[in-house]
């Protein structure tokens, strides 16, 4: 009947309309996974990873099933939870955001499969079990995992150690068909790779991007940037490119932008809830009553993403322009809030004006 016949074409519509945003994933900065979420009852990772995985060949080049791929991507995604920031759209998005980064012409011809096959499946499963909080808070709060893991990168240590034992899922080890120099080189750089996604690196990245575009400033063949027999250089490469993945969302279409900031203060907001009702500090960012979202924005972009970006833009020129300038506009837009944020503020003032003056380091990272 009529009913029946405009349901069905409704979600044919929205399985093509799913199909075309996947295929986007191939060659598009700035997808919007949102969509794929919602379109894709909420499985976003797999599809996407299966899509990627196959485009790139991987699965062919090392004889991993199908099926095998699915049940592990599907067990992976199944273990992300629902925070409102680290659940599997960000493991998606930054997925999407290093596969896209690879086919960066300076990458031309400088990473092996294994390599490729590492970085993006550290990516798929790099936040996967977050709870949510930072590992200040689970360092402060005497938790598990922070005595598990001696306080040193506790979430990063947590997720890699997950994602391999999922492997040994019943029928989700897609590393069964490596030979055994090629499962301790994958093993090496997956740990390396995902360790390198805590913040606390965060300034060691920035210092080897700059000897590397140094060197290759000095170097004579400007062309030879990234010496592929040099799997040191490599490493730090693909650690900095899913870093860099990770601190994308200031460089994506505004509208996608705005959604991951709404989230992440929301998560960060739910964390100093959790601080005030434990009577601890509540850490920086994450004041639900006193917290100027533009201003935070202006510093993390300011002193986190874009000085970052802006060596890892250099290395990678000229294909970072583009994102580049993104990061860019979206700079002048959040500028241009702060100020109507202010006049906002300024009319509920009630006097104590200090607490919206930006006196500079009330937030600033150290
Ligand atoms: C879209 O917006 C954000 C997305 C991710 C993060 C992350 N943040 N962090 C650290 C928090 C503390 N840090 C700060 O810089 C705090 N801060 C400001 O942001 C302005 C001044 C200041 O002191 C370092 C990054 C994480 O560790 C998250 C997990 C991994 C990557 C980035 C995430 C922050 C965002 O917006 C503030
Ligand atoms: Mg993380
Ligand atoms: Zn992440």
Known sequence: NDVERLRLTRKLNMNIFLAQLIESTNDTWGVDLFEVDALSNHRPLTHVALHLFKQRNILKQFQIRELTFFKFISAIEAKYRNNPYHNNIHATDVLQASHHMLNFSVFKNVFTELEVFAALFAAAVHDVDHPGVTNQYL??????????YNDESV?????????????????????????RKQHQMFRKMVISVVLATDMSKHIQHIGHLKTMVEIRRLSSSASSIIDPENAEDKLQILQSLVHCSDLSNPLKPLNLYLQWTDRIMEEFFRQGDLEKSLNLEVSPLCDRENSNICKSQMGFIDYVVHPLWEIWSRLTQPDCQPIMDILE??????????????????????????KDDDDGDDDVIR
């Open 155 to 179: 979430l990063e240590n947590h997720h890699v150690t997950l994602a391999f034992q999922t492997l040994s899922t019943e029928g989700c080890d897609v590393l069964s068909t490596l030979n």
């Open 329 to 354: 506009s979206n700079r002048v837009w959040i500028a241009s809030q702060v100020l109507t944020e202010d006049d906002k503020h300024d009319g509920d003032d009630d006097g104590d004006d200090d």
């Open 139 to 148: 360092i402060n709060t005497n938790s598990d995992l922070a005595i598990l």
